[in-house]
């Protein structure tokens, strides 16, 4: 059944794909055609040792069709709109519909979408759910204490909502002003000039072989070319990777920590809903008063019909080598606050996705010769309120306003729009972010101590504090030798309430083409770290915080070393690999664009 389900998709995802093809095709011609295109749109052709590459020219090309890149096209467009100038705008995005890749809570906070569409609920914004009450408890194995629930965490007016189905709509907007929005083509290449500006995007060659030989489908990628180009891929983008070193963005932030989000959605009993009804937790399984395996805690939302989404998110930061994230949410499951919920449901959707927790501590530099930053691939998620959309949101609308009043002035490409990053620090983003820096770095402190300082920041205090708590190592740096933790025995899933891996993974419909490079590498001159470094010194850490078990360890036959195998085609693209993996031996890359997560409702 499960393989039909899978054929199923994959041949969903190539229709789509294909239709992707063709309407591309169709912009070119379109743009081949037309005897009047100006001076902002042009075809040009770029020849190589591998054959021909089409390359297309906008006025400004989004790579990611998440909150922020759609935001960002969206605001452009309105900008021209309001000042009668004509600028092509492009929005890519790798998963094979907008939508595909998108997991989110979410519990949605509106005021980016006001400023943005005002009229929201008139054109039918898929906000259905009023936030009616919020409740948070402290866990222990099998008893629960409520909580004061702190500002942050006060929703009233908020709505809980699909983030895919939310951006879904939003490219609707955007298509209905003129943005011309591409699913299923991953861009995988920063194309610079000589000046080491950057001109744009390259999509990835398909059709490519696991021996690296071409196929008989092969197509070579295409260029898109922008005067500036948004890099919006989402958290730890792996072009915003790039960018982020060529430039040295970084050069004057604190390293980015990160979590783990994983999610499911459930379909249950009607007598169990209550509309609007949002519950968090923290304490138990990964933590207690006393002690810490690391940060994190719980969601669980009601959305209608009747539906809850829910979902652990486990800080990267964490020490023990021996934790599994995926497990600890199954374990949680079973708590007696939240089990009933579970009893006589249906599962319906799973998934999982890094987010990035660093702070206004942790923002890179914005901007570089030829384009901007926005949304979560430079980081902008408020970690009490636990929402990132509306920051995100109001990112982009920021970069593309930025972006509008240089291209007024000057239609020249690789300029760096400083005036974004300006604007951004002068914003109600910032003042937002800048008075809860220091409740999540408080944590290192550990719990009670934590839980103190937390509660009289949020309640009192509010960030008006004379200093500011920094991280000055990686994730990955901050594990600790195997030998110096204790390993966790999970409880075996009961098949009702939680799942084995596999199982949970079949539901959220992911899907890569077997036949093509692998696209988790290891980086050059680390080939020795899985079997000399990660599986003895750390005992093998990725099989246990892969959401999606794409890496396991087989022992050779003769010598009985350890042996890396990556199960590529399970990749969920949530880049935890990129983030955990002792030394960061892995470097996360594109697939085909198309593949991965075909996540509904989540």
Known sequence: MKKLLYSSKFSFKKNSINL?????????????????????LKVLRNFSSNGERESMAYDVCIVGGGPAGLSAAIRVKQLAKQHDKDL?????????????HILSGNVFETRALNELIPDWK???????????????????????????????????????????????????????LGVEIYPGFAASEVLYNQKKEVVGVATNDNGISKSGQLKDNFQRGIELR???????????GSLSQEIMATYNLRENCDPQTYALGLKEVWEIDPKLHEPGRIIHSIGWPLQSFLSAKGWGGSFLYHMKPNLILVGFVVGLDYENPYISPYSEFQQWKHHPLVRKYFENGTPISYGARCINEGGIQSIPKLTFPGGVLAGCSAGFLNV????????????????????????????SEGLECVSYEQALKSS??????????????????GVLPWMAYSGLDSFLLKGRVPFTLNNKKTDSEKTKLATRCKPIEYPKPDGKISFDLLTNLARSGTNHEHDQPIHLRIKPGYE?????????????????????????YTHNETTGNAQLVRNAQNCLHCKACDIKMPKEYIKWTVPEGGGGPAYSGM
């Open 20 to 40: 992707n093809f063709q309407k591309f095709n169709y912009s070119l011609n379109r743009i081949n055609n037309s005897k009047n295109f100006g001076n902002s």
């Open 88 to 100: 092509s705008v492009c929005v890519l995005e790798k998963g094979s519909e907008i939508g595909a």
């Open 122 to 176: 008139e054109k039918e914004a898929p906000l259905d759910t009023l936030a009616e009450k919020d409740s948070l408890y402290f866990l222990t194995n099998n008893s629960s204490m409520p909580l004061p629930t702190p500002p942050s965490l006060h929703n009233k007016g908020n709505y809980i909502i699909s983030l895919g189905n939310f951006c879904r709509w939003l490219s609707s907007q955007a298509e209905e």
């Open 226 to 236: 922008a005067k500036q180009t948004i890099f919006a891929e989402g958290c730890r």
């Open 384 to 411: 009490p309120k636990i929402k990132g959309s509306h920051t995100a949101m109001k990112s982009g609308m920021l970069a593309a306003e930025a972006i509008f009043d240089s291209l007024s002035k000057s239609d």
């Open 428 to 445: 109600w983003v910032y003042e937002e972010l800048k008075e809860v820096r220091n409740i999540h770095p408080s944590f290192s402190w």
């Open 528 to 552: 020795d770290i899985p079997s000399n470094v990660s599986y003895p010194l750390f005992g093998g850490p990725e099989q246990r915080f892969c959401p999606a078990r794409v890496y396991e």
